[in-house]
């Protein structure tokens, strides 16, 4: 796919995985509280911008390209804070596996705010943003103004930055498997007795700060039963995934992405090497 022909240049939005996603209760307002220590990984789309006189959208994954797509949205949520009519086309290179559980239609959601602000001249600032990224979808307040880790609280818009941990090695696997309103059906499955305290979160989020690589075994998802246990291809992927050379398989988000941690860039390639042997769609990624 060609970019759009303009002066301004590219934008990339990262992917994120949740190195821990608790629920700690259910909201009146028919969402959940969670408690989730979430981490940026190199993993990206790239968006390319130019003013044009209409808001259009074209993407290397046609089917994404429509009127509910969040880009599209959070430039309308732009016209409407400022009462302008102007408009803006648009170009999405996906690199990030689509409705798998990494943050990438939310991250393009955030960058679109900022670039657009930015090419409006519109002088928005930070916090105006993240209360229309909020308006957007529970993830996207996290991508706005470029943090790299942080704890997730409330349904996920509030945001409270960490120091970046020591670079990890990260090994993702895309399930052939969907899901139809993943994220509703998922959260849908959660019982009372599967809520937490938010201490796995915060035992995470202290040895962060601490300046402690990430330690595998103190990631945590509260969909990881759930999900295998009531999707039974994604068991499968997992087995796939620990006989490969994985120590420990977790769930991306709510899925159905799996991931992995790993010390160096030579076990991940192995990794990875093996489960594209079974045809496993793979990635090889590094914690930014």
């Not at 009127?67 to 690199?95: M, Y």
């Not at 202290?206 to 103190?218: N, P, S």
Request: aromatic share 6%.
């Amino acid at each position: 796919m060609t970019r759009p022909e303009c002066e301004g240049s590219a934008r990339e939005a990262y992917a994120k995985i949740n190195l821990t996603l608790e629920i700690t209760g259910k909201r009146t307002d028919g969402y959940h509280e969670i408690a989730s220590v979430v981490q940026v990984i190199d993993l990206r789309d790239t968006l390319y911008f130019r003013p044009d006189d209409h808001i259009s959208l074209s993407c290397s994954v046609p089917q994404l390209a429509w009127p509910g797509n969040l880009v599209i949205q959070a430039v309308k949520l732009l016209q409407d804070a400022v009462g302008t009519r102007r408009g803006v086309a648009i170009s999405l290179d996906k690199g990030i596996p689509v409705a798998a559980g990494l943050g990438g239609g939310s991250s393009d959601a955030a960058v679109t705010l900022e670039a657009v602000n930015e090419m409006w001249g519109l002088g928005l600032g930070r916090e105006s943003l993240c209360g229309m990224a909020a308006r957007l979808g529970s993830d996207v307040p996290f991508f706005v103004g470029g943090g790299r880790t942080a704890v997730l609280a409330g349904r996920g818009e509030k945001v409270t930055y960490l120091p970046s941990p020591p670079r990890s090695w990260v090994v993702l696997v895309r399930p052939a498997i969907q899901i139809a309103n993943k994220t509703r059906e998922m959260y849908a499955r959660v019982s009372p007795s599967q809520f937490t305290t938010g201490d796995y979160t915060r035992t995470m989020a202290e040895a962060i700060e601490k300046g402690d690589r990430v330690a595998l075994e103190l990631c945590y998802n509260v969909f990881d039963d759930i999900g295998f246990s009531s999707l039974g291809k994604l068991a499968d992927y997992r087995d796939r995934f620990l006989t490969a050379g994985a120590a420990q398989v977790h769930l991306a988000g709510s899925g159905p992405a799996l991931f992995s941690l790993v010390q160096d860039r030579s076990e991940a390639e192995d990794i990875c090497r093996r489960l594209r042997k079974q045809n496993v769609e793979v990635y090889v990624a590094e914690t930014v």
